[in-house]
Each structure stands twice: as structure tokens, then as C-alpha cells.
């Protein structure tokens, strides 16, 4: 009797994993098709190829060496250029760290921003500069922030993620507006470059958006088109919904599913399999780059129970770290190496960092606080030699 009870538990334990698996199948995303492969010519709906640059694309060096050129001849006579980071909360951190300079009156005007995720939202405001702060605190440490994503609990075998995103469109929405992209597109004319990375999960390539170029376009269609780019560099794989945008190729409609830029790259100065022309690397000597990397550069204990809503979120976190890493030294080296001034900020290791998607407003503010007090101090900036200690690196800064 005890082993046809023992066997009758196993059965059921086989029909729930089974059950489990069938469902999981269920969660697929209705789409147009993709562009075909050989598709040459392949733009968002209604718009020309030249408001973003594929990674794959041959042409990629020349095109981003045209809008560093750009930016560049756009000085106030210092370059300064702004990188970005993912990070998810912790993005209260690098929106800290900006205020901070602004009140200790540090703060430069950057000529280039990029932004990749959580990056990808400030990047905007960054951009716009300190009048902009205040709605970019608020979008930080507001009470309403930590609604903004919603585990789905048993639904997510029905869909494509763990967590409902319903709440962070129509925030990114709220704040995307008329005046915002005016703001946007003014400063974009005068040469400025802001750009923001997704990742095409349909090519698996890199792809970088001239958000300045879209705002330029003006009307409803560039406003959805720039909130569709930031909730795209926003989606973490599985965990978010990837965002599906309209493109045309050949006179025909399609529609490429992009997902957190960070997948591709955790940050960027110069886009992943792009390279910038000799006279641009010329004319960056004596430039200020400067990285705000929204996490810790270090692996820090799990905060959580072991199960499928926390492993996925926290092995995306666990890759992040490891290339953010290695990003990090390169961009360091390439700074170095080129005679830039290289200064780079992270979550201090002293931190309770409890992960990217815890949003409380408690958490938040702390982390803007944290960020805020490094920067009033005077003590947010690393430099590269600070870098290479850091990372145990001996190639990290380039020596004369």
C-alpha cells in the first residue's frame, strides 16, 4: 500500500511538471514578422534609417563618427562626455550623484550622453541639464515608483515575463512631453548627442538610437517612438516584457522585438563593434568622460529565497556585474590611452544594496542620499589608477 502511494506521488509530481511545461509554451507574444535578414534598408515606421545605427551594420564606424563629429564642434570648450549605466533602482544613485554636482556646482554640460537601461531614462535628463532635476528626483524617489512593477505571480506561465509593466509605461508616458521633446529637440539641433542602446533580440544586434534626431522629427509619432526606445532599454529579458516597434522595409510593415540594451552592453562611450576615425580620437584629447555605473562592481550576498522569481532576475544581475566589469576596463584603457581625463562613480560597496528591483521609496531615497553625499563631498569620482586597484587590473591605465 505505502509504495502505491509512493507511486501515485510521483505521478503527480510528473503531471504538475508536465502541466508547468505546457503552460510555459502558452506564453508567446502576438507579432508582425520580423524583417527578413536581407532586408538592407529597415527603419522605424514612417521614418528614415538614420535615427539609430545597427551594431551589425558595415557602415556603423562612419555613422557614429558623423554625430561625434557633430557633438564635438557643438563645445563650450571643454568636452565632456556622459555614460550611463543600467541598474534598475539603482539608477536613484547616479540621479544622486548628478544633483550633487549641481549643488557643489561641478557639474559640466555634457556634450555626449548615452544610456542604457535604467541609464537609458536619466540619459534625457542629464542631457537637458539642472533644470530638470526636480522631475527627475521625483521620478526617483516618488511613493508611486515602487508600484511600478507588479510580479504576475501563477500569469507569468500565460506571458513573456515575470513582472507586469503595465504602471512604468504610463509613467515613462507621463513624463515624455510635449515640452520635454521640444527641450530634447532644441538641444539636439545645436549638435548635442544623446543616445540611448536597446538590443534587437529578432538579430541580436546592438542597436543605438539618436534620441535628439527622433525628438527633431516632433509630432505624437517621434513622442511614441522615443518612449517605445526607453521602455525597450528598460526591459530586462524575461523578467519585463520585451517592447515590440513598428518598422517598414521594402514597402512592407514588420515589427522588431527589442529588450534592455544592457543585454548587449552594460554601458557605452563608443557603440559595441563601432570605432571612431583617427582625427575624432585626435580631437578627444583632453576630453572629460565620465561613467555613473548604477550598481555595485561587486557580487554582494542574495537577498532573497531561492526561487524562479528571484534566480532570474538575480543571474541577470550576476552577468551584469561580471561585464560590467570588464567594461569598465576597457573604457577606462581607452580614455587613458587616448589622453582623456577619465573619471568613473558606483554604489559604494558599504552600501546595503538590496538589487535592482527593489523600489520602495526607503531604498530609493537612500540610494539617491548615498549618491548625493558622494558628490557634495566631493568624493563620487574615481580615477582611472582608482579603477585599476579596484578591479585588480594592471592594464587599466594606460602609462606614459
Given amino acids: 500500500m505505502r509504495a502505491a502511494w509512493g507511486l501515485k506521488a510521483v505521478i503527480k509530481k510528473l503531471l504538475a511538471a508536465a502541466l508547468v511545461s505546457l503552460l510555459a509554451g ?69 540621479v544622486g550623484v548628478l544633483v550633487g554636482l549641481q549643488r557643489k556646482d561641478t557639474r559640466p554640460e555634457f556634450e555626449i550622453v548615452t544610456g542604457v537601461s535604467s541609464g537609458a531614462l536619466i540619459a534625457p535628463y542629464a542631457f537637458l541639464g539642472p533644470d530638470w532635476d526636480p522631475a527627475i528626483t521625483e521620478i526617483y524617489t516618488a511613493p508611486e515608483t515602487a508600484r511600478l512593477v507588479v510580479r504576475r505571480g501563477l500569469g507569468a506561465l500565460f506571458q513573456t515575463s515575470l513582472y507586469r509593466t503595465d504602471h512604468f509605461n504610463q509613467w515613462v508616458d507621463s513624463y515624455v512631453t510635449p515640452k520635454f521633446m521640444a527641450a530634447i529637440a532644441r538641444e539636439s539641433r545645436k549638435g548635442r548627442l544623446l543616445l540611448v542602446a536597446t538590443t534587437n533580440i529578432d538579430t541580436g544586434a546592438s542597436t543605438i538610437w539618436n534620441m535628439g534626431l527622433i525628438a527633431e522629427q516632433g509630432g505624437p509619432r517621434a513622442r511614441n517612438l522615443f518612449i517605445d526606445v526607453l521602455v525597450a532599454s528598460s526591459s530586462i529579458p524575461a523578467v519585463f516584457p520585451p517592447k515590440l516597434i513598428d518598422v517598414e522595409a521594402g514597402g512592407q510593415h514588420f515589427q522588431e522585438m527589442h529588450v534592455d540594451g544592457g543585454v548587449a552592453v552594460p554601458f557605452f562611450v563608443v557603440p559595441a563593434n563601432m570605432s571612431l576615425g583617427d582625427e575624432i580620437i585626435r580631437r578627444l584629447k583632453g576630453a572629460n568622460l565620465y561613467v555613473i555605473l548604477n550598481s555595485q562592481i561587486e557580487i554582494g550576498p542574495a537577498n532573497s529565497v531561492l526561487k524562479t522569481t528571484s534566480i532570474i532576475p538575480r543571474s541577470f544581475e550576476i552577468d551584469q556585474v561580471y561585464r560590467a566589469r570588464q567594461n569598465v576596463a576597457l573604457t577606462a584603457y581607452f580614455a587613458t590611452s587616448n589622453e582623456m581625463a577619465f573619471r568613473m562613480t558606483w554604489i559604494p560597496s558599504s552600501f546595503p544594496y538590496q538589487g535592482s528591483l527593489v523600489m520602495d521609496q526607503p531604498s530609493m531615497k537612500s540610494l539617491f542620499n548615498a549618491g548625493l553625499g558622494l558628490a557634495e563631498s566631493g568624493q563620487a569620482w574615481k580615477s582611472a589608477d582608482d579603477v585599476a586597484a579596484e578591479l585588480g587590473e594592471q592594464n587599466v591605465a594606460a602609462k606614459p
Fill in 26 to 94: 502558452c506564453a508567446t507574444l502576438s507579432r508582425m514578422p520580423a524583417p527578413p535578414l536581407s532586408s538592407t534598408h529597415v527603419a522605424p515606421a514612417s521614418y528614415q534609417a538614420k535615427l539609430r545605427i545597427n551594431s551589425y551594420d558595415p557602415q556603423a564606424s562612419s555613422l557614429v563618427t558623423a554625430l561625434y563629429t557633430k557633438a564635438i564642434e557643438a563645445s563650450d570648450g571643454s568636452i565632456d562626455i556622459l555614460a550611463l549605466s543600467g541598474g534598475g533602482a539603482g539608477g536613484a544613485f547616479g
